[in-house]
């Protein structure tokens, strides 16, 4: 079944409900969006020919209209390839080309033209449509297409692209099957939605946050985005006061920049009726604050993109509760498997490990994607029996908590997005003077961790930081370029030449003590 149906639905049963919120000003009801959903969808089908299942990109900010631009991809039969907007153009076009994506659409003529230059070494292009222009002016215009296409559970609906070892993004393939799954489970295992609930949306909507938008439209309830775009804690804390019952998908160290303005401010998060956390470790001692100064509104969830946020759960009451004997280990764990899948713990031959015996964490279930995009390696290597594994180190106690041990032996999780430092180290090596380097995470109270690189310059060769600081934002998002580059004459390696990341990490502790 189409997941656009769901709109579809709502707004026939509920025309005259709140939709959009560009902050707390009203912009659209479920009429309104569903009018607009139909005639983008017509003009999708009309003016650029889109098939079922062709993909077409959406490489912009949160705004009112991503919700939209999504459903009316559906509505079309095609699958929605949301990039992050942080990307740098570069890292954007290799999506864009990967995905073969029809259209793309882009806040403004501008982004357009710097998406356009990165893609003109590319045959058979894209459509651009930027949202200020003429084009989707005349989407907006066409005539409505007034069924959604027909699919099947296991057709493609949102090719979510997430880094990988290589070096290169993988196009997680998440099927119309898997979001039923994941958001009936999200009823039965995270929270409960409500017809006067708002989803505000304060993360980026082309990854979990906009996930959590199928739930609202199910129950009628609304969504907000920031008049800001963004997330701004005194912005949120006040949307929570003028919208009445918001619900919002943020990061650890979101959470934690909240709480700290809630309690400069005085408040406790009055209207703020949910916040899921998720995508990197939450500290203990950081969420017996955040109860602590804004009450029993938090809920964690465990997931990966490959299966979009339903692995395990920690709901809210076990979350604020501080009366079982292991109240403090509970809170340190990611909760349980969610009623959608199977959590397992195995070691390296497949095995179950034992209780409270460290191993990988796999999981199976209807939530789980379908593959990697047109990379038959990658998905053989993470789905094996239909089970996936995740590449996380975990344990699991024996009431069936699941505790993170480790991840996956590379990746640096950064205010809640993962960053994977061989894509760090390959645009740094594009530079001829530098002869090798290796990219750790180094913790840090805001972000949780942030870039380190390890660089051994060519004989002869001077880098100064300004130079590779400049190679990094001309070839990649910002948010990727490391915060420190410390200079050394050679890498740590074993007998077998694999660099030493743990002496690194160490080398770093050293000189920060």
């Known amino acids: 079944m189409n997941v656009a149906i769901w709109l579809q639905r709502t707004a026939q049963l509920y025309p005259e409900r709140p939709a959009l919120y560009s902050g707390d000003r009203l912009t659209a009801t479920y009429s309104a969006l569903g009018e607009q959903t139909c005639r983008l969808a017509g003009g999708l089908t009309d003016k650029l020919r889109l098939q079922p299942g062709d993909r077409v990109a959406v490489y912009m900010p949160n705004a009112p209209e991503y919700l939209a631009l999504l459903y009316?991809?559906?509505?079309?039969?095609?699958?929605?390839?949301?990039?992050?907007?942080?990307?740098?153009?570069?890292?954007?076009?290799?999506?864009?080309?990967?995905?073969?994506?029809?259209?793309?659409?882009?806040?403004?003529?501008?982004?357009?033209?710097?998406?356009?230059?990165?893609?003109?070494?590319?045959?058979?292009?894209?459509?651009?449509?930027?949202?200020?222009?003429?084009?989707?002016?005349e989407l907006q215009a066409a005539q409505s297409l007034p069924e959604p296409a027909t699919r099947a559970r296991d057709d493609l609906a949102w090719l979510f692209y997430t880094s990988g070892t290589t070096g290169q993004p993988k196009g997680v393939m998440i099927t119309h099957g898997n979001i039923h799954a994941m958001s009936f489970s999200y009823f039965v295992d995270v929270d409960e939605v409500r017809t006067d609930d708002v989803a505000l949306y304060a993360a980026p909507m082309s990854h979990g946050a906009g996930l959590y938008n199928f739930m609202h439209v199910l129950r009628g309830a609304a969504h907000s985005v920031p008049e800001s775009g963004g997330f701004d804690p005194a912005e949120i804390l006040a949307l929570g006061r003028s919208l009445k019952s918001v619900h919002m998908f943020a990061a650890p160290t979101m959470v934690r920049r909240l709480v700290d303005r809630a309690k400069a401010e005085g408040a406790d998060g009055e209207g703020i009726r949910t916040i899921v956390y998720g995508g990197g470790p939450m500290y203990v001692a950081d969420i017996e604050d955040a109860v602590a100064a804004m009450g029993p509104r938090f809920v964690q969830i465990y997931g990966q993109g490959e299966c979009p946020m339903t692995i395990t759960a920690l709901p809210r009451n076990m979350v604020a509760d501080r009366s079982h004997p292991r109240w403090r280990e509970r809170l340190g764990s990611v909760g349980f498997a969610q009623s959608c899948v199977e959590v397992r713990i195995l070691k390296e031959d497949g095995t179950p490990c034992a209780v409270g015996e460290d191993g990988e964490i796999a999981v199976h279930g209807a939530a789980v994607m379908a593959g990697y995009w047109q990379n038959g390696e990658a998905t053989e290597k993470s789905l094996r029996d239909g089970w996936l594994w995740t590449g996380d180190v975990g344990r699991m106690d024996a009431d069936g908590f699941v505790t993170l041990t480790d991840r996956s032996k590379d990746v640096i999780i950064s205010g809640g997005t993962n960053i994977y430092p061989r894509e760090v180290e390959e645009v740094l090596l594009q530079l001829e003077d530098i002869a090798e380097v290796s990219v750790i995470g180094s913790p840090d109270a805001e972000w949780g961790e942030v870039i380190v690189a390890f660089v051994v310059p060519r004989d002869g060769a001077q880098l100064s930081e300004a130079e590779l600081d400049a190679h990094c934002l001309a070839n990649m998002a910002r948010f990727k370029r490391p915060k420190t580059y410390l200079f050394i004459d050679a890498l740590p390696k074993n007998a077998y030449g694999k660099v030493l990341k743990t002496d690194l990490r160490q080398r770093l502790s050293d000189t920060r003590t």
């Open 72 to 137: 009316a991809v559906w509505h079309a039969g095609g699958a929605a390839v949301p990039i992050n907007y942080k990307l740098h153009p570069k890292e954007a076009a290799f999506i864009v080309e990967n995905a073969g994506a029809r259209a793309v659409f882009v806040a403004s003529a501008a982004a357009a033209l710097d998406l356009q230059a990165a893609l003109d070494d590319h045959t058979d292009g894209p459509e651009l449509i930027d949202l200020e222009g003429e084009s989707f002016r």
